[in-house]
Every structure is written in C-alpha cells, then in structure tokens.
Antibody
Framework: QVQLVESGGGVVQPGWSLRLSCAAS????????IHWVRQAPGKGLDWVAV????????YYADSVKGRFTISRDNSRNTLYLQMDSLRPEDSAVYYC????????WGQGTLVTVSS | DIQMTQSPSSLSASVGDRVTITCRAS??????LGWYQQKPGKAPKRLIY???RLQSGVPSRFSGSGSGTEFTLTISSLQPEDFATYYC?????????FGQGTKVEIK
C-alpha cells in the first residue's frame, strides 16, 4: 500500500537549519508531484511547497521562499525539504503528501524552533 | 496569491443535523477545490475533489458544490464520527492555499 514516512524533525534554535526527508513506497514515486504541508500546534493547515515528478519545477509559499528548498531523489524514492534560517513561526508538524490525483499523507514530523 | 476565506470557523451541531461549510476564493478558481477532514493527531483526509466529486470510500452524506469563487461542503446528516475540523484547498494556481478551517463540535 501507499506509504509516506517523514523523518528529520527535531528542536533547533532560530537561524539554524534542518533537513526533512520523506520516504515513499507502494506507488510509482517518479510519476507524481509531491508536496510539503505543515501545521503549527493548534493551528490550521499551511501549504509549503511542491516539486514536479522529475524535479524540474518547484513552487513555494511566500512565507518560506528563499529559505526552504524542496528536492527529490527518484532513485531513492525520497523527497527532501532543506529548511534554512529557521524562525519560531516555522514550528509545526510537517507532512509530505501526494495530493493529486490521489490523496496520500505521511504521519508528519515535528519541527520546533526555539531558543 | 489566491486567498481562501472559510466560514464559519467553528460550529456546534447535533447528530442528525444538516451542516454547511463555505469557502470563498479571492478570484475564480473554476472547480479546482478539494475538501479535507482532519481529526486530532491525524493527517488530513480528502472527502471531495474537483469541488463536487466524492472521494472513493467517503460516505454519501458528504457533498460538495460550487464553482468559480463560492464553494460549499454539506453533511446531510451529521454522524458521531464526523466531529472533526474541515478545510478547503484550492489547487488552481501556486501557491496552493487552504481555508482557515471549520471545527465541527458536538452540541
């Protein structure tokens, strides 16, 4: 079955960097665009970024543009999110998701940015 | 960027009630909209795609309507398992945007 498993979350200080990973299985990873979506504690869903099936196109939310970089390694069926210059407002559960045409989400990984 | 305004932010309802949630887009998005349900501690789950198409496996008491800028999610007869938070998501243009969410609580 389709599975998306995020990892790499943790507690970091403001200004630090963190790289999240998302391991995919159960579907043909290299044919789908994959997204990152986050949710701050007690808040709503916030779309973060997307990468096309072959990595040639990437789009970001304004709030992370210039600080976050999405990438993928289709040979490893893995998605990444490099997060630089982290801010307290980036604290959230980060989900990777295949949103179109299917609907598949990981369980999320928690990122906490705090001094 | 397209803004999605969702209302109400919360509502209280009883089992068996008819519930309606609305999303308004800041510009026309055709029918490029989905509705999601999220329960505490869980990932979201899509209920409706293309504004009005029921996701496979989702009960028929859920329905969606609308096109352009006004969209509605209706639960025809609220069941105990439907108490959750609901979000709309526009995928007409990047950056994609979610509505602020509607928390459906037990009256």
């Amino acid at each position: 079955q389709v599975q998306l498993v995020e990892s790499g979350g943790g507690v970091v200080q403001p200004g630090w960097s963190l790289r999240l990973s998302c391991a995919a299985s159960g579907f043909t990873f290299n044919t789908y665009a994959i997204h990152w979506v986050r949710q701050a504690p007690g808040k709503g869903l916030d779309w973060v970024a997307v990468i096309s099936f072959d990595g040639s196109n990437k789009y970001y939310a304004d709030s992370v543009k210039g600080r976050f970089t999405i990438s993928r390694d289709n040979s490893r069926n893995t998605l990444y999110l490099q997060m630089d210059s982290l801010r307290p407002e980036d604290s959230a559960v980060y989900y990777c998701a295949n949103l179109r045409p299917t609907d598949s989400w990981g369980q999320g990984t928690l990122v906490t940015v705090s001094s | 960027d397209i803004q999605m305004t969702q209302s109400p932010s919360s509502l209280s309802a009883s089992v068996g009630d008819r519930v309606t949630i609305t999303c308004r887009a800041s510009q026309g998005i055709r029918n490029d909209l989905g509705w999601y349900q999220q329960k505490p501690g869980k990932a979201p789950k899509r209920l409706i795609y293309a504004a009005s198409r029921l996701q496979s496996g989702v009960p028929s008491r859920f329905s969606g309507s609308g096109s352009g800028t006004e969209f509605t999610l209706t639960i025809s007869s609220l069941q105990p398992e439907d108490f959750a938070t609901y979000y709309c998501l526009q995928h007409n243009s990047y950056p994609w945007t979610f509505g602020q969410g509607t928390k459906v609580e037990i009256k």
